[in-house]
């Protein structure tokens, strides 16, 4: 698993921004919310970016994925393998979090 630990955003030094080593310069959601409110043109981007607003809030990578693309306009196949995969882990994790809060009301669901 990475190192992740927070770091204080270098913009506003106000909000704390959750980290792995590989950034170094962390800005917090609201310091990039408006850099993230480009339009995405392209249908499969459209697609990729098509995630809870949650996951941009909780993940620095993700919003600086959006980011390079409304920047550049494309992104390298590594760079949406590696966003497919954070979005797939972090999915999979909100699982196992809904499973160990309530664990009841998903066994009922399951019997329908
Ligand atoms: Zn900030």
Redesign the pocket.
């Known amino acids: 698993m990475a190192f992740k630990y927070k770091q204080k955003?270098?913009?506003?030094?106000?909000?704390y921004?959750t980290v792995t080593w590989k950034n170094r310069f962390p800005?917090?959601y609201?310091?990039?919310q408006k850099e993230m409110q480009g339009e995405v043109k392209d249908p499969k981007m459209q697609k990729l970016f098509n995630i809870p607003e949650e996951f941009f809030k909780g993940n620095a990578f993700l919003r600086s994925i959006k980011i390079n693309y409304l920047k550049y306009d494309t992104l390298t196949d590594k760079q949406i393998e590696t966003f497919k995969k954070a979005v797939a882990k972090m999915k999979k994790d909100l699982r196992e979090k809904a499973k160990g809060n309530g664990k009841k009301e998903i066994e009922i669901k399951e019997e329908n």
Request: proline share 0%; glycine share 8%.
């Open positions: 955003c270098v913009r506003c030094r106000k909000n921004v800005i917090c609201g310091c990039q």
